[in-house]
């Protein structure tokens, strides 16, 4: 059995683990997949009834894996996170799947408890089938709404050490530059999907029209034949496709320059999500000025909440000066202690919260007087 992240030595039957508890062991999912021991045998034997079996008794039968779906952030020292699952989908449970969670679409990821979402345990006949029932099933676990761990479990659970079973406690971070990839520009090739995607749901009919997503202009033409031809830059792509609908989900069937591919398609507001084998893309359909109340930076380039949490210290008021990389003011959130600090030199116009508020992510915390460089740069 392996938990993702864990040495699978803590497993493994010729090592002994042991938990001085008052309860059943709660990280024990995985090797009651591996051994075929279910909890209430456990809760029985806890209550002192006889244990049935011997050790000798105790089969192993093939392979099981643990996964840890978190809301939290990789690419930010693994910040977890809060906020509500917008939309939440999950492999389908079966015999050899097991999805222990306690939250569904629609649910919030509170401040107060700790941000694990769900533990994914799939089983298979051996340690390589199991890891492949592993990436499919956390290729079907789709979450709006916050950061998860997924993709960077999805990285992990494919990288060539781990496949070869050379996991240890520093594997993480001896392996971190292939673990935590850099977020890349989308594929222009995503990019026609998600036009095609956009296309076919608001069932735009006209001849031609440009659209533009990641600041990049996709100049797009309708075909007699059903086809739409599509530039982006000096490359130009012929995409086709339909959506069906699956399980109360809908799917984009998509063919670009000749290559096909499935994905599942979901637009809320001005974002184009598409779930497929390769992996999750999010495009951003920017929405033009007039319509934004608040810059991506705060309010006067003030500094953001990370996460929801609560404001335990406040440094500044009105009228303070402040340099880049003072303290402002610091949360807590799932237990931990976040210290916001000045993106910038100026004045303090505002504080937005006083000591024992709560604060949303990505709410301005703090406002900034309107400088003469800041006006220059707006003009």
């Not at 090592?15 to 051994?35: E, N, Y």
Request: aromatic share 6%; net charge negative; glycine share 6%.
């Amino acid at each position: 059995m392996s938990r993702l992240g864990v040495p699978e030595s803590q497993c493994q039957p010729e090592r002994t683990q042991m938990a001085l508890s008052p309860k059943t062991q709660r990280h024990s999912s995985g090797c009651q997949a591996w051994r075929k021991m279910d909890r209430q045998r456990q809760v029985k034997i806890a209550a002192g009834e006889k244990i049935p079996l011997s050790q000798e008794e105790i089969t192993l039968q093939g392979h099981a894996f643990e996964a840890r779906i978190y809301a939290e952030d990789p690419s930010n020292n693994f910040m977890p996170g809060a906020g509500p699952l917008v939309h939440l989908s999950t492999p389908r449970a079966d015999p050899s799947t097991r999805i222990e969670t306690g939250v569904r679409q629609g649910d919030e990821v509170s401040v107060h408890y700790d941000p694990m979402i769900a533990k994914l345990v799939v089983w298979a006949a051996d340690r390589q089938a199991a890891l492949t029932k592993l990436r499919y099933s956390l290729r079907q676990y789709n979450i709006i709404g916050l950061h998860t761990n997924i993709d960077f479990l999805l990285n992990l659970s494919g990288h060539p050490e781990f496949e070869a079973g050379n996991v240890h406690t520093d594997f993480i971070p001896q392996h971190h530059k292939e673990l935590l990839l850099s977020r890349k520009a989308a594929a222009k090739e995503s990019l026609c999907q998600a036009a095609l995607g956009l296309i076919l749901k608001e069932k735009a009919m006209t001849d031609a029209f440009t659209l533009r997503a990641h600041d990049v202009a996709i100049a797009v033409t309708y075909n007699h034949d059903g086809s739409y031809s599509m530039q982006i830059e000096d490359k130009t792509f012929q995409v086709l496709g339909d959506l069906y609908s699956e399980e109360d989900c809908t799917y984009l069937k998509c063919s670009v320059n000749g290559v096909a591919s499935k994905a599942k398609l979901i637009i809320l507001e001005n974002t184009i999500y598409l779930f497929s084998k390769e992996g999750s893309i999010e495009i951003d359909i920017p929405v033009p000025k007039y319509l934004s109340s608040v810059s991506s930076e705060g309010t006067q380039g003030g500094p953001l909440a990370p996460m929801t949490g609560t404001i335990e210290k406040v440094f500044v008021k009105a009228g303070d000066k402040v340099k880049a990389g003072d303290s402002l003011m610091v949360m807590i959130a799932m237990k931990m202690e976040h210290t916001i600090k000045a993106p910038k030199d100026g004045t303090i116009k505002k504080v937005f919260y006083r000591e024992g508020a709560q604060a949303n992510r990505h709410t301005p915390l703090v406002e900034f007087e309107e400088e003469e460089s800041d006006k220059r740069e707006s003009e």
